[in-house]
């Protein structure tokens, strides 16, 4: 017995010299050596150490061991085997006494598990070991299991809990007055931040991470708060700023040898020069970028610089090179399947094969894009309505919690309370008895006079009532008859004139054509079949809005609001009226933001914007200017549509979007109209729960601003948005 305990006792010295051993060389010799060799040593007695723990069956020696084992191995960079000793130490879960290194494991298990791309797992062993560590008080390991929680919530998007994180973080950070850690919070907070479009407050943590890492000197940390203030500037268009923090963010790849962060980089300052119109600068930039990209063999970073360089080679008028770059980073999009790229790329490759002159393929791929963009728009419909319902699970899940902790302490309270309760209530009881029964018999005698009074009160106030909803039903009645006769008085207008005379301007020009056609020059009878032409799409136009018109006025037309991304409503207006415009040289300029959306029904919306610019096209002058803009306002999103055109009187647009009047004025290249477009416009965008409204003055053109429901993307941000904050697109 005697012999077994020494020997125990020299197995024990043994097994912790092996570890204060290991300590000592992870915090001396691995400093002080160069290379591997060092953490190789390190790790056979690790090993040895951990055979021993487990012969004398010491969990939290064991625990410890894997953790230090599994550490060395990731800095070695076997990563596949790290990962599989850290598991191990899961299976002592309920066997050890001191949970402080158990913790430590599951943060290096989110990690490791980030690596191979297992978030479900990782954000678990997160958050059990931020419980573990919140429990026993470990208020470094609560920062670094938070800050591992966000980056895991980052990569699958949940931005809002990441930021959460992150900010908690930074508060251990602070507490702790531990900077590196504080600058890389503050860069993650920046980042999430500019996910989440608070452009403000993203530039401000990434100024502030910069701030802090130039004191201390870590300025190799800084980059992607470079790249953050980089972004930002970019969008406020302080091009000069964008291109100083990008510059700066570069220096730092190029010192690192971070191939991917220099071929960003270089796409950033690409677009700052293509801004800026020095298209030759641009194309240098973005010519480095993709040789950086193609060396890494990044597909995705490939098929984004292609299409970066085809968009500066349409505005250099090189049409065949451009679309030669965009073919091929469509080949690659399509390969991987990057669907928000992908509608990038076909919009430049319709412009650049219509600028060719190449209208068939241009059509083609205008086919290719709607399909795709209908795809994208469900699938990322699809994607928020599960990430929010995964996200109301999971609080409806805290919330149980947190009512059935309330619960057992409501039920201890009340049991306490129980008998004190009781012996009030007998007492009360007694006390009730003897006072209701001394008020019965004075309430028992006004009983009767009450309930006489009430009843007396009560047919009163059911006449007055009835009177008054006669007289409420009588004035509706009135007012339905007044809009009704307007509609149809109006509807008849329509018909007997509107409709008419295109029809007799079309039978007289075909007669003419038809009895006169040898007699009639080449031009003359080109003039009249343009004229024909003209008037046949007048009809057509008048045709389209009497339908919706009607649908509209017998509640026919279906209503089914949506998200609705502006810029594609209003591109897809200004191709339908690109001839029209150009015609009469106008220039159509889209000043919508990338991300701005509306929650409105699409037929509708298109409806009142094929009108509104319709009408722009029609009272603008030669060489004119027509632009639609929009701002966020609180809920809504403001939407402007101006032209530089002959403008109208106070009188003139007092009579706009009214049944009552007749308005209806022939444009600048005499095209006739009847004022219809714009009442319609009015009935839709009242039925989105909007407004509209017109600003104008003689010969300085009109403003037609409308006020629809602004949609918010802030928890689930589309792939699109991330490339424009990497500096995938511009």
């Avoid at 625990?63 to 990563?79: A, C, F, H, P, Q």
């Avoid at 801004?275 to 040789?291: G, M, P, T």
């Avoid at 403003?703 to 928890?715: G, H």
Wanted: hydrophobic share 40%.
């Amino acid at each position: 017995m005697i012999n077994i305990l020494i020997k125990f006792i020299i197995f024990s010295i043994f097994l912790n010299g092996a570890v204060i051993l290991a300590d000592f060389q992870k915090t001396s010799t691995v400093e002080t050596r160069t290379g591997n060799d060092s953490l190789k040593i390190y790790l056979s007695q690790l090993s040895d150490a951990y055979k021993t723990a487990v012969q004398l069956n010491e969990p939290d020696k064991i625990v410890e061991i894997i953790y230090n084992m599994s550490l060395t191995l990731r800095k070695l960079g076997r990563t596949e085997e790290a990962y599989n000793v850290a598991k191990r130490g899961l299976d002592w879960k309920n066997k050890i006494s001191d949970k402080s290194y158990y913790a430590k494991n599951l943060d290096l298990l989110n990690s490791l598990c980030r690596i191979f791309g297992k978030y479900d797992k990782a954000l678990s062993y997160a958050k059990e070991a931020i419980d573990i560590f919140a429990a026993l008080k470990d208020t470094a390991g609560q920062l670094k299991s938070h800050l591992h929680l966000a980056r895991t919530q980052k990569k699958v998007g949940n931005y809002p809990d990441a930021l959460k994180n992150y900010l908690r973080s930074l508060s251990f950070s602070e507490q702790l007055k531990d900077s590196s850690f504080i600058v890389d919070n503050l860069t993650g907070v920046a980042v999430v931040q500019k996910y989440l479009k608070l452009t403000d407050d993203a530039l401000s943590s990434a100024l502030r991470a910069i701030k802090i890492g130039q004191q201390i000197g870590i300025a190799e940390k800084l980059s992607d708060a470079y790249t953050i203030a980089g972004v930002v500037y970019k969008e406020r268009n302080d091009l000069g700023k964008a291109l100083e923090y990008f510059n700066k963010s570069l220096s730092i790849a190029q010192r690192k040898d971070d191939f991917g962060a220099i071929a960003e980089n270089l796409n950033n300052i690409g677009h700052i020069y293509k801004r800026r119109k020095e298209n030759s600068k641009a194309l240098v930039n973005f010519d480095q970028a993709l040789k950086y990209y193609r060396m890494l063999k990044d597909s995705s970073g490939i098929a984004i610089t292609l299409n970066n360089i085809g968009e500066v080679q349409i505005v250099l008028l090189e049409y065949k090179d451009a679309v030669n770059n965009l073919i091929a980073a469509l080949k690659i999009a399509l390969k991987i399947n990057m669907k928000p790229a992908l509608l990038n790329i076909y919009r430049n490759l319709i412009e650049a094969e219509r600028l060719d002159g190449n209208y068939v393929a241009a059509l083609k791929y205008y086919d290719q894009y709607t399909l795709l963009y209908n795809d994208v728009y469900n699938e990322e419909t699809s994607k928020q309505v599960a990430q929010l319902n995964a996200k109301y699970q999971s609080e409806l899940k805290e919330n149980k919690i947190r009512i059935l902790e309330k619960e057992k302490k409501l039920s201890v309270l009340e049991a306490e309370k129980e008998k004190t309760l009781r012996n009030s209530l007998v007492i009360i009881a007694m006390i009730l008895l003897i006072f209701s029964t001394t008020i019965f018999y004075q309430y028992k005698s006004k009983v009767k006079t009450n309930r006489l009074l009430t009843r007396i009160n009560n047919e009163k106030e059911i006449l007055n009532k009835e009177i008054s909803m006669q007289n409420e039903k009588l004035q509706r009645s009135e007012e339905i008859l007044k809009s009704i006769n307007a509609t149809k008085d109006r509807f008849f207008s329509i018909i007997a004139h509107d409709l008419k005379n295109p029809f007799i301007t079309i039978m007289g020009f075909s007669d003419l054509l038809l009895s006169d056609y040898t007699e009639l020059s080449d031009d003359e009878r080109l003039f009249y079949l343009e004229e024909m032409k003209n008037t046949a799409e007048l009809s057509h136009n008048l045709l389209q809005n009497l339908l919706q018109w009607s649908r509209s006025q017998t509640g026919r037309i279906e209503f089914n609001p949506q998200r609705l991304e502006l810029i594609n409503l209003v591109n897809k207006n200004f191709l339908l009226l690109k001839n029209a415009a150009e015609k009469k040289r106008i220039r159509l300029q889209d000043m919508v933001p990338p991300a701005m959306a509306v929650n409105a029904d699409e037929e509708m919306l298109n409806t009142v914007f094929r009108n509104l610019l319709t009408n722009a096209v029609k009272f603008s002058n030669t060489e004119g200017i027509i632009s639609v803009s929009a701002t966020a306002r609180d809920n809504f999103s403001e939407i402007c549509v101006s032209d530089s055109g002959v403008g109208m009187d106070e009188k003139t647009m007092d009579k706009l979007f009214r049944l009552d009047v007749t308005c209806s004025t022939r444009g600048t290249a005499n095209e006739e109209g009847t004022g219809l477009g714009l009442i319609l416009c009015k009935e839709f965008i009242e039925k989105n729960q909007g407004k509209i409204w017109v600003e104008s003055e003689v010969d300085k053109g009109s403003k037609f601003f409308l006020l629809c429901q602004y949609k918010r993307a802030w928890v689930v941000m589309n792939e699109w948005m991330i490339y424009g904050v990497l500096g995938g697109t511009d």
